[in-house]
Structure formats: structure tokens, C-alpha cells
């Protein structure tokens, strides 16, 4: 079966660094995705990897590796409005988003 | 204007009610989807439609019954629901083509408590 895993919740420290990782075992790859989801709002997209290594998009970047089926997403300088659930998704071989359950952030002051 | 816009935002009925549920999308996107979203579970995807056509219905119970007139409104009719069926309601658009695919352009959701 097709599978993607992250943790559930994580903490971290305004103005630190958090890195949320994603592991994923799909049928096929055509890229994968992070969404942020804020409390009570719709997701929205925040980065595309398809290829190995990082993309950087001002405070967030996002690693990929297809060979270890792994991505990870990084914060930097968190501040309060990054609390918020992360959401990974893989685009399988039929170019459909499997995703997963989503790993709530949590930022204290 | 949101670009993907769902109504309505909550909604109560009985399990021998018929509602429906709107999104319409202003992005002139070719795609458009349903998903349903449960407490700490993963997005399920519930339907697709490409150009109006539908091409993913991920065995979905008959009491769901989405409508596409066209290529900017997708409907949910729902009908004799179950309380297991309380959730937020996701309707989201994208590019069409298999690039496009991945990156969704979701509507703030319809909330659906079912009693």
C-alpha cells in the first residue's frame, strides 16, 4: 500500500529553527509537496520538490530525497504564525496527491 | 475574491436530510475535487473531475453525489448521511495535466456536523 508518515505534533521556540520530516513509500513518484494548514483555514501550497535536494523559498526550504523516500521541511526564524499543521503529499504514478496525516507545529514565545 | 469559494461554511442536518454542498472556482482551472478531512486522519480524496468528466471516485458511498455543471462549479448533494460522515468538506482546483496536478488551490471547507 502507499504510505507517507510524519510526526503528529512537534514544539518548537520562536525565532529557532524546526525541521519536519516526511517519509513516504508510493507507487511511483512525480513529485512531492508541502501545504500549511492554519487552524480552521483551507491549505495552502508552500513548496514542490521533484528532484534531489533543497529548494529555498525565503524562511522555508524543502529537502528531497528519492532514493531514501524522504523530505523534510525546514523553518527558520520561526515566528507565532507558523504554528500551524503541515501537510506532505506525494504525487504517485497515476498523478494523484497521497498524503499524509499532517504534523501540527506548535510555537511557544 | 478568494480564488476557490465553498458554502456553505458549517452546516447541521439529520441523518434523513438532503443538502448540498457549493465550490466554485475563479482560477479558470480545469481540474476540480472533493475531500473530505477528518481529525488527525490524512486528506481522502473523495472525486475528481477533469473538464467537467469525472474521473476518480474513490469508492465513495452513494449518499455522496457530486454534480459538475462545468469547468468553475462542482456540487456535493448529500443525502441519508451518517454521523461518521461529520467532517470538514474540502473543494479544491488545479492546472489541468498531470504537472499541475500536485499543486491544489483549496476552498476555506463547508464543516458538516451530522446528528
Known amino acids: 500500500g502507499q504510505n507517507i508518515d510524519q510526526p503528529t505534533e512537534m514544539t518548537a521556540t520562536e525565532g529557532a529553527i524546526v525541521q519536519i520530516n516526511c517519509t513516504y513509500q508510493?507507487?511511483?513518484?512525480?513529485?512531492l509537496f508541502w501545504y500549511q494548514q492554519h487552524a480552521g483555514e483551507a491549505p495552502t501550497f508552500l513548496s514542490y520538490?521533484?528532484l534531489d535536494g533543497l529548494e529555498e523559498k525565503g524562511r522555508f526550504s524543502s529537502f528531497l530525497s528519492r532514493s531514501k523516500g524522504y523530505s523534510y521541511l525546514l523553518l527558520k526564524e520561526l515566528q507565532m504564525k507558523d504554528s500551524a499543521s503541515y501537510l506532505c503529499?506525494?504525487?504517485?504514478?497515476?498523478?494523484?496527491?497521497?498524503w499524509g496525516a499532517g504534523t501540527k507545529l506548535i510555537i511557544k514565545p | 475574491e478568494t480564488g476557490v469559494t465553498q458554502t456553505p461554511r458549517h452546516l447541521v442536518m439529520g441523518m434523513t436530510n438532503k443538502k448540498s454542498l457549493k465550490c466554485e472556482q475563479h482560477?479558470?482551472?480545469?481540474?476540480m475535487y472533493w475531500y473530505k478531512q477528518s481529525a488527525k486522519k490524512p486528506l481522502e480524496l473523495m472525486f475528481v473531475y477533469n473538464f467537467k468528466e469525472q474521473t476518480e471516485n474513490n469508492s465513495v458511498p452513494s449518499r455522496f453525489s457530486p454534480e459538475c455543471p462545468n469547468s468553475s462549479h462542482l456540487f456535493l448533494h448529500l443525502h441519508t448521511l451518517q454521523p461518521e460522515d461529520s467532517a470538514l468538506y474540502l473543494c479544491?482546483?488545479?492546472?489541468?495535466?498531470?504537472?499541475?496536478?500536485?499543486?491544489?488551490?483549496f476552498g476555506e471547507g463547508s464543516r458538516l456536523t451530522v446528528l
Open positions: 482560477l479558470g482551472h480545469n481540474a
Open positions: 520538490n521533484v
Open positions: 508510493t507507487s511511483g513518484f512525480n513529485g
Open positions: 479544491a482546483s488545479s492546472q489541468d495535466g498531470e504537472g499541475g496536478a500536485g499543486e491544489l488551490f
Open positions: 503529499a506525494v504525487l504517485d504514478s497515476n498523478y494523484q496527491l497521497i
